[in-house]
């Protein structure tokens, strides 16, 4: 077995508590190594009214994950893949020695068939979904989990594998976070502005985060 580690797609706008939270429920229920934090550099699927600048977002995510078995990585821009599907298998192809875990909320479960190839996500790593409230119904009643379905494998039996393989989808559930990247920006719309400016190396690939002063440095 490689590491083994849990992927976390998102805006992480801004990261918070409950990323925090659901990362280190998920890496203890899974036996993960540690858990990379995903941050997008557009979701397709969201508005892009909003949405504060990459560098500042990933900011958030670094000063959240401090001392946890967490790494933050804006991967997706060097990869310049905007679709889940592509993110995922460049990922594999590049860290071969790894293995990997796709971790999201019960209401991306909900509406995973409309993902672009979402058969083929579901082939690319095993998938485990945390239990959102209010979300649930609709899950277990969408398109995916009724092909998913014949595939799930408790978090036990999932830890206990010595290999992985997939389609595979692990169901999890704790104890409900009310925290959210909405009322945050609600209570505070300039959170980005008070984070700083200093430049920060991707913790994954260890390349200056696009936007930061130093990367803008070298261009001019």
Do not use: C
């Not at 997008?40 to 504060?52: I, Q, T, Y």
């Not at 670094?62 to 889940?84: F, G, H, S």
């Not at 119904?137 to 998913?148: C, D, F, K, T």
């Not at 989808?169 to 984070?195: E, K, V």
């Amino acid at each position: 077995m490689g590491l083994r580690t849990g992927l976390l797609g998102g805006s992480f706008n801004p990261a918070h508590g409950g990323h925090r939270r659901i990362s280190l429920f998920a890496q203890k229920a899974l036996g993960l190594d540690e858990v990379w934090w995903l941050v997008s550099p557009g979701n397709p699927l969201k508005p892009k009214a909003g949405m504060a600048p990459l560098q500042a977002r990933y900011r958030s995510a670094v000063k959240m994950a401090r001392r946890a078995p967490i790494r933050v990585t804006a991967i997706e821009q060097e990869l310049d893949t905007r679709y889940t599907i592509d993110t995922l298998k460049g990922i594999a192809r590049r860290f071969p020695k790894r293995d990997f875990v796709w971790l999201m909320g019960s209401d991306n479960l909900a509406d995973f068939h409309r993902w672009k190839d979402w058969r083929a996500i579901a082939r690319t790593m095993p998938i485990a979904t945390i239990a959102r409230p209010g979300y649930d119904a609709a899950a277990i009643a969408s398109p995916a989990m009724a092909w998913l379905g014949d595939h799930r494998v408790s978090p036990a039996r999932f830890r206990q594998r010595a290999k992985w393989s997939a389609p595979a989808l692990i169901m999890m559930r704790f104890d409900p976070d009310p925290r959210s990247a909405t009322a945050i920006r609600s209570a505070d719309p300039d959170w980005a502005s008070g984070l700083g400016q200093a430049p920060l190396r991707d913790q994954v690939t260890h390349r200056l985060i696009p936007g930061s002063n130093q990367a803008m440095a070298g261009i001019a």
